[in-house]
């Protein structure tokens, strides 16, 4: 602000360029120039405003009255100002107060405020109090004059005394000299003067009324902030830099960080972030930042030269960063490298590009289309939070997909002045991060960057300025934003937080009498509606400035924080009978937004928003009053520090992206970036001081703005954003109903919540060590051990090529799992044949009800849901069930010590035997899969999907979404039958994959003095990084692992329920017998903004090479045979997928350079196959996203690409290209548990897979041809008459569906007059 002052009187004033004078202009307010007169001053009353105290001076300058007023006096704004800088306004708010504010509506909020009636601020008789950051300050010196009424009267007074000038100033000059030196000691005597220490204010200040920073000082005692003292030393001793982040910087100011990473090997990620984002855009070029990005990323030639290479790359644009990121092989297989190849692509993105008219064409219309494609309601929604949340800055109005009418009108010139202005070395920080040695990746740092010309160098002799943080930089409260020779507007953030007020008491929310009607002051309250919307969201925000983890105390904190978090979103789960509770509670660092934002976000039932609001509201208080427990202290804090420790077993395996982007958020908010063992180290040091008392005051400080919400004490919330439909669904009568909520609704919700009792708050559930106790010994029966041994002697099979181990357990269960040190978590997937392809005709969706009301009911046997989640807690596990078409599956992950897995399995054993069938969670069950039904008919990208499912198998009711008349015809009884006919032991094959061995058990045991930075891949001593297990151990905890899955999944008896058919594949209709309008639909969703999508899909063959009838006649028909290219991997097992898989990469880059880059037609176009492994049946589907005008073109050339591989053949380029992406995602995906289980999944089903399908990938996609391509495609049915096409628009206009082309009379894409137009967005 104070370079703002600077600039001002610099530009209007005319004081010195020199900064000593313009300080002393500043400071003893200069005359104004003789050519400025009142005559001069243009229209409306012109005030000045001056400070001698440092407080008060952000305020000086000069104010313009506005043409409307507030409370019946005149609004002044502060003028001279640069673009974009923070509006100030001088006014009399609805307080009774003048303030400076930066809201123009006569709030009672704002940064200074004086109480006094008087009609101008100028008249006014009192001093003005100023907030300093951590309380109220009174400045005597801030003043406001009247500058047309002082222009006058000199003016007159100089008129009258001009006879006798002459006279005095021949009197004065003998004194002149005399005089000089004592009148500058009274000059700096006047700049020198102290400020005003803060004065202790009164226990109640009422004339502050509602102010938003500040109400009145009265605190409530059970809302009191009294942090407990930090153990001697733990806030002055600093964290551990990680000694393998290597950081430095070019002559020309470019930044640059470092770090070996051998994951995955031979691989590695660079990224150059731009410290330029929208909020850096003038009023005339929001978007532009984006629209940069677009034309530097892909008009790069050397960025081009890198596809095919295995290399992939990206870019993206944000509110305050610009990021290109290109990740690739150390070499290719020629011996090439390619680490200099992708810094000079990086170079030429950002600091030599063409920006080519063409090329800058193309991209306008990409950019268009992307704006059009992620307008859906959640991007709408979250803007609008964004609005709420961000009203003090830019960031809730100056989005980075910009303005439409700006795209259009950029030229070349425009974009070329905002390249010049913020793409600079000075400007920007490489990362690097990958298996390449240190001092080669310096040497090509210098090599491709160093030379780049510096430009907006800071100072005659350097390009480079140190960052800053703190009061030093521009915006000290929030985001590390370089200090630049360009200047920057600083993003003011309204925080809400105690430590506004004093240290040790919470700001008050409100001062507010209920008795007048008057309510709490909460920060802007904006409820979003829309008739598209299916539930009820409420959103809570407060924000706060990031805490940078630099010491001790910080960790210490930050571990308080996170228990905090753990206990209250338990309890709330807790308190709803659903197990899918709709509340979501975090307290995070935003990377994007440059700030601390502690978010409760309640998605409710429109119906039922009272009861679920009043839970959370209740909880959070309840938290605040009481604290927690000594045993909810003690699970989650055990449990963060196991969490901590998987850090370091992983972390050879974190891939350098993880890394990077890590390093790079860390940087952001000056956190130090430690080694995972450091991290340890440090939670494992203040874990013993972290005690209840702490957590409790956290939760004061951190929920106190929802928990203590009208409370005298209570923080304001930032915001509250509240996302609500305009009509519900009634049941009882088949009707849509209106639905309405206002903001009183909600207040007075908030406000007669009433407390809960401290015994009910703190009464806990008692959780059980173990599900099974002695249950198991009546199951095994006598002798367990020699039988378990027999068993394994002869049921125990291992393959040497892959170390796969497969088991038939005794009930006829199969298994299979791999060992693997990729997580410290193990995975397990446990899948039964029949998912929803089992559904009767009369029962469609009993399967997925069913599986949901089991997960709904979350109890076993004699445990409540409660218990289970607990145990669940204490044990570091997880537990998901679900389906799809083809399997009915659970997914788990399990600790790999304390005996994680047997735990697991223990609930998995009782979840087989004795599930809890109970009708509450069949209810809830059905309700959820209605709404999701309701839901899907909303929205436009999964209405457009699921017609075109329905007219390719002809409404066959278990490829589509599930309806509510079929929902409705669903019991209890119905549901359980359909789950039991499939979750049968005899049937299951369970999948895991897991550290089993124990090496980094081993590892973790042996790390305690040198730190393991994950590099480090050293090619004389690759086997120094293997923790070698004794063969004896090794042996040992195989042998454990069988014998869990013997005597825990094995004990469980057979089903006697009969299984559930499994023959029943979905069969395509057949195209021919349908006219073309059969194979088309059309549709239009009523909104208030435009979009279009439609998918394009046909038959496909299954993974296996095999269709449904429809398909088989066809291939008939055209003699088809996967032995056609005669390849002499023909037979293998994998042959086909993989053929169908590279041919789905061809198609996909077809389809970007075509219709998105040459045609520019759509942002996005994506090809994908079913791929299932079961049924013998199988689609492709393609998504295409335009603009409604040009949807209809953008299908059309979607079709010819799809058809045109038939014209124009794979090309060998196209298959390398292919190969190499498959490749690379392979040997990435390796490193995760998720693929394996991928890769294990289904090897003892009665299908082709075997171990050979994991073993062989990499042969199989060396060794395809691109006949090999040609002829899988083949294998789809993409005749013009076998397409089948769903297209939508939505947009203003009245729903509709119907078959053939969209009706012309219909306003897809525009809409004229206004009766024609609904406006279907209410703002309140």
Known sequence: VFKNIKDFIKKKIGGSADNSNLESSFFSTPAPPAVDTAADLGPGARLVVNSKNPVGQPFSGEYQEQPFRRNDRPVYAKIGMPPNSQAVYLLYNDAKQWAFTPHSDGRADGWAYMPDTAMSPAEAKGDFDVWNGASWVPDPTLKVTDKTAALQQKQAEAAAAAPAAAKASEAAAPAAAASKGSQAEEASAVVEEPPHEPVKLPEEVSSLGRLFWKAHWQASEKTLIHWP?????????????????????????????????????????????????????????????????????????????????????????????????????????????????????????????????????????????????????????????????????????????????????????????????????????????????????????????????????????????????????????????????KKRPEQLHNFSLPMIGTESVFTEAASFDPSKGEKPWQGPLRIFRNELLEGLQFNFYAKAPVRPLQTLEDIRHLVAVRILIGVLQFRIVSRYSSNHAPVQIDHSDSFREGCAVTSVTVNADPRDWRNALACVIQEVRAICDYGITESEMKRYMDAMLKDVEKGVQENDTVPSEDHLNFIMTSDVFDHVVMHPEQSYEAFKEVAPTVNMEQVHTAAKWMLGFLGYYGKAAAPPMTSIVVCTPTQVFQEHNGQWAPFHITEDEIVELMLSVPDKSKEDALNQVDVPESLLKDHLEKLLGKDPIDKMTAWRECSRKVDDSTGIVQLMLPNGAKVNYACTTNESQGSMRMLVPGGRSADKPEELGAAMVGVRTVSESGAVSTFSREQIELFAVSNLMSVHLDLNLEFSYIDATFSMTDNGLSACLELLHLLFQEPRWELPAFVRAQQAYKAQAYAVQKSLEQSTLDRLMGIMYANDGRVSEPKVEDLNKLTLAKVRKAVSGQLRPQDLEINLVGDFEGRAQAKMAAVEGGLSTGKHREEEAQDAEVVEVPAVARERRLRELDEALWKYLGSVPQSEVPQVEMDRAPVICESEKLSPEERQRNAHLEDSDERAVANIGGGAPNRWGKGDAYHTKCMEAKKFSWDAPDNAMKDHPLYPSMCLLAMREVIN??????????????????????????????????????????IDEAVTAAKDVVMGVKKRPVSELELSTARRTLMRRHETDLQTNEYWISLLTHLQYDNPKDTTCVRDIEMMLQKLTWRDVQNAYTSLLTEPHQLFTSVSTAGPGSSFISGGARPTSQPASTSSGAAAKKELIEVD
């Open 229 to 485: 003292p930090a153990p001697d030393g733990l806030s002055n001793k600093a964290l551990p830099s990680h000694p393998g982040v290597k950081r430095g910087v070019l002559p020309n100011g470019m930044r640059y960080v470092i770090l070996k990473n051998a994951m995955p090997p031979q691989r590695f990620e660079a990224h150059i972030e731009l410290h330029v984002g929208s909020i850096d855009e003038e009023p005339h070029e929001q978007g532009i930042a984006h629209m940069m990005e677009h034309v530097c990323f892909l008009g790069s030639r050397k960025r081009e030269r890198l596809i095919g290479t295995g290399s992939r790359s990206n870019a993206l644009t944000d509110f305050q960063h610009t990021i290109y990121h290109i990740h690739a092989p150390v070499k290719l297989e020629d011996g090439r490298g390619m680490y200099m190849p992708a810094l000079e692509a990086l170079h030429e993105i950002a600091f030599a590009p063409e920006m080519l008219p063409h090329r800058i064409e193309k991209e306008r219309k990409a950019v268009l289309a992307e704006m059009q494609q992620v307008n859906d309601m959640e991007y709408r929604i979250e803007t609008w939070t964004l609005s709420g949340l961000h009203e003090t800055n830019k960031l809730g109005t100056q989005f980075p997909i910009g303005k439409e009418e700006q795209i259009k009108a950029w030229q070349q010139k425009d974009l070329r002045a905002f390249h010049e202005k913020w793409y600079y070395p000075g400007n920007a920080t490489l990362y690097v991060v990958g298996d390449l040695e240190e001092e080669d990746m310096i040497k090509g740092i210098k090599k491709v960057f160093e030379s780049t010309p510096a430009r907006h160098k800071p100072s005659k002799d350097s390009a480079i300025l140190e960052p800053v943080w703190g009061a030093g930089s521009e915006d000290p409260r929030s985001l590390f934003r370089r200090k630049l020779g």
């Open 1149 to 1190: 880059t077809r389809l970007f350079s075509t219709v998105r880059d040459s045609l520019g037609l759509s942002y996005d176009c994506s090809f994908e196959l079913s791929m299932f492994d079961r049924l013998p049946a199988g689609w492709y589907t393609c998504t295409v996203s335009a603009h409604p005008s040009r």
